[in-house]
Nanobody, 123 residues
Framework: QVQLVESGGRLVQAGDSLRLSCAAS????????MAWFRQGPGKEREFVAA????????VYADSVKGRFTISRDNAKNTVFLQMNSLKPEDTAVYYC????????????????WGQGTQVTVSS
């Protein structure tokens, strides 16, 4: 079992930057692929970004490509989501997820989820 706790969400203005963190605990010795998802008001949860165990492979949703960067610090069991040039449509609850995979990180099929952190972008 892996427990995930997100932090860093808050109210910001359009154009601002924000960094989310996700701290993993529990069975962190396994090599998990990590990902971020989000769910906006009245919308379904959608994939945002994912990173392989070693960090060498990263995948992004088209809507955030070039603005968001996913990274990880395995020594600290933490994954980050750096969000730049935020837009009102980025408003959502952001969730961290973990799963086992090889090769290119998948956009679905993750086993463990955090409780989420709210990001609100005002115009």
């Amino acid at each position: 079992q892996v427990q995930l706790v997100e932090s860093g969400g808050r109210l910001v203005q359009a154009g601002d930057s924000l960094r989310l963190s996700c701290a993993a605990s529990g069975r962190t010795s396994s090599r998990y692929t990590m990902a971020w998802f989000r769910q906006g008001p009245g919308k379904e949860r959608e994939f945002v970004a994912a990173i392989s165990w070693g960090g060498g492979s990263r995948v992004y949703a088209d809507s955030v490509k070039g603005r968001f960067t996913i990274s990880r610090d395995n020594a600290k069991n933490t994954v980050f989501l750096q969000m730049n040039s935020l837009k009102p449509e980025d408003t959502a609850v952001y969730y961290c997820a973990a799963g086992r995979s090889s090769g290119t990180p998948p956009r679905a099929g993750y086993d463990y989820w955090g409780q989420g952190t709210q990001v609100t972008v005002s115009s």
